[in-house]
């Protein structure tokens, strides 16, 4: 069809529309002057005192020690070396889960320089363990306690002296 008869064709609807309507709808009413208009914006808000802001909940008490804690990961090793596996073992999700819920503070030894790998069987890919494995077990990172990770002191691996299991 042709662009011209496409916008006769929608001309002839709107006026058959139109003469289907009953007058008062057809014509707006401008006896008065002013035309009401629909509400858009939402009516401003009362002069009431602003709602108490929840305060956040507590963070865990810092661990006097990470290695603990830093253990569970050892059950995602195969994920976090393994760029193949898609996804985690279920407890390594739990595991997971459990140390950004109990010591998210122990995650500083896996950041830049850190040395989560002297406590690990193998060294792990600390890039995939910040990045994937927090995607992959529905676990978002603890970023605002991560930003303390150079300002504020972070528990040791452990308080007993130790081999690491790798140089």
């Known amino acids: 069809m042709s662009p011209s008869k496409t916008i ?3 001309a002839f609807a709107l006026v058959v529309a139109a003469a289907a309507l ?3 709808a057809a014509r707006p009413n401008l006896s008065g002057g002013i035309i009401p208009l629909p ?3 939402p009516d401003p808000p009362s002069r ?3 709602a108490p802001v929840p305060s956040p909940a507590p963070s865990s008490p810092a661990p006097a020690q990470c290695m603990p804690s830093l253990a569970g990961l050892v059950s995602c090793i ?3 070396n393994d760029y193949t596996d898609k996804t985690p073992m279920a407890a ?3 595991d997971f889960r459990k140390l950004v819920d109990e010591a998210p503070i122990c995650l500083c030894h896996a950041m830049d320089g850190g040395d989560i790998n002297q406590m690990m069987p193998e060294p792990i890919n600390v890039g995939r363990l ?3 494995l927090p995607v992959a077990c529905d676990v978002p990172l603890p970023l605002n306690t991560l930003a303390k990770c150079s300002t504020e002191p972070v528990p040791p691996l452990t308080t007993v002296p130790f081999v690491p299991t790798h140089p």
């Open 39 to 41: 509400r858009v914006l």
């Open 8 to 10: 006769l064709l929608l």
């Open 92 to 94: 390594c999700c739990g």
């Open 130 to 132: 910040m990045t994937a």
């Open 78 to 80: 195969d994920f976090l």
């Open 48 to 50: 009431a005192a602003p």
């Open 22 to 24: 009953p007058p008062s």
